[in-house]
């Protein structure tokens, strides 16, 4: 009888985590139309086109009184979201893991962002400062939902579970990106059939990233439970608390060896996602239609690309699985600085190369940092680990602004991303993974 109420109990503990995880893959679904729709394909040339329509005769606009090129403002907004950011993180990361009450947190972050990017319907005419805010808002808002609901990782799955349980949900992301782009395509080819113009369209698709955003938030918010935590600490105010993180850190080097590592090379990836929209129509004038469809061919390979590299770290590991990818990125990037301009075949050949590589090196990053988390500081942890996803990173950004606003070119301000790649590669070569997860006070899985 004993026996029986223990297995009972086993089937219920595991159909309840298989509810929570099928629940956890809806945000990713309902949130990757924004970085998909918004951030890599609409919002960076069209932004770009109304600062530049903002702009005085030497193609500078003055926000604040500051001189920023035009051409940059986009990039220099994508940087500013992380300031925010950074700010906010350390604190709302703080307060879940202490209260237990992720759920709210999460909400409240998830629907802010929702909310501005559906105000950027309003964004036309010469309203630039109008765009850049409600990005900086959506992003910094993207920034602290992700960082939550990565907390949640640990805790729904055990650790052999967890790098096909990222890999799902990153393949949700990309499925529902794919399917909204398709109609976006359509709206955008089709406008004139539909009665309205080109630039409303584009601010259709816009908002509508945002109510799909809002919309399918409350499926995880129905099915993902809090669980309750018995420390009663005040959270710190932001830039405190993430120097009080960081200091807690330095008790596990090795967790933030990793980090450091995956800091530097998403900072690489998530520029590349954020800039690769305005180097296809600034460098290579490309139109919207073409851009749309590479994007589109990204999301289906990425899919694919996530779900077969975690097959691959079953076998090869997570780590080395990362390490390639990495190396794929490099040459991948550094064939997009010799892509001919009006050549959209090359440009669709380096879309495929992106796919394939995207979504695994993103999904095995969490799941494998989910694994030197120590236990009950899990959205504490990942609020240091979103600084840098899902195009919040500062530096990329920042890099790529500078560049082409001292050389003028977009194809040096993208071959500079290179170094990204190459020194988080090395840096996370130097990371003994397994002595990480035990020194994090982590069960070792057999191959990580």
């Known amino acids: ?241 993430l120097a009080a993180t960081v200091r807690d850190m330095r008790r596990h080097p090795l967790t933030l060896a990793f980090l450091l590592a995956y800091l530097v090379y998403n900072d690489g990836i998530q520029t590349v996602i954020s800039q690769a929209s305005v180097y296809g129509s600034e460098e290579l004038g490309l139109g919207q239609s073409t851009l749309i469809a590479a994007v589109l061919l990204v999301q289906v390979l990425a899919v694919a690309g996530a779900l077969g590299m975690g097959l691959l770290a079953r076998r090869y590991g997570a780590k080395r699985t990362i390490l390639g990818s990495l190396v794929a990125w490099t040459v991948t990037l550094g064939a997009g600085y010799f892509l001919p301009a009006g050549a959209p075949v090359w440009f669709f050949v380096l879309a495929a190369g992106i796919g394939l590589v995207l979504g695994g090196s993103q999904a095995l990053s969490r799941s494998l940092f989910s694994h030197l988390v120590p236990p009950g500081k899990e959205a504490e942890y990942f609020s240091a680990y979103e600084v840098s996803d899902r195009g919040m990173s500062w530096l990329g950004p920042l890099l790529f602004g500078l560049t082409y606003q001292l050389t003028g070119s977009y194809r040096d301000a993208i071959i500079s991303l290179v170094a990204f790649f190459a020194v988080g590669f090395v840096l996370l070569a130097r990371v003994p993974v397994r002595r990480a997860i035990g020194d994090a006070g982590n069960p070792v899985p057999e191959r990580i």
């Open 1 to 241: 009888m004993g026996t029986d109420t223990v297995r009972t109990d086993a089937a219920d503990d595991a159909a309840g985590r298989r509810r929570e995880q099928r629940g956890w893959y809806f945000y990713d679904w309902a949130c990757s139309v924004y970085s998909t729709s918004v951030l890599t394909v609409f919002l960076g040339p069209y932004l770009t086109s109304v600062a530049k329509s903002a702009a005085d005769a030497d193609g500078y606009v003055h926000p604040l009184g500051v001189p920023v090129r035009a051409g940059s403002f986009f990039a220099y907004s994508v940087s500013l979201s992380v300031i925010v950011a950074v700010l906010v993180m350390p604190l709302v990361g703080a307060a879940a893991d202490r209260t237990g009450r992720k759920k709210p947190l999460l909400a409240a972050a998830a629907y802010t962002g929702a909310v501005a990017t559906t105000g950027m319907f309003f964004l036309d005419g010469d309203r630039y400062l109008l765009g850049g805010v409600l990005l900086v808002v959506a992003n910094a808002a993207q920034s602290v939902a992700m960082m939550l609901y990565n907390s949640y990782l640990p805790q729904i799955a055990p650790p052999e579970e967890r790098d096909a349980v990222s890999s799902r949900g990153w393949a949700f992301g990309y499925a529902a990106g794919s399917l909204v782009l398709i109609a976006d395509l359509v709206l955008y080819l089709a406008h004139d059939t539909f009665g309205v113009s080109e630039t409303t369209a584009v601010r259709i698709c816009l908002a509508s990233a945002g109510l799909w955003w809002g919309a399918f938030t409350l499926v995880p918010l129905r099915r993902l439970r809090d669980r309750r935590s018995t420390a009663r600490e005040a959270a710190l105010p932001g830039l405190r608390q």
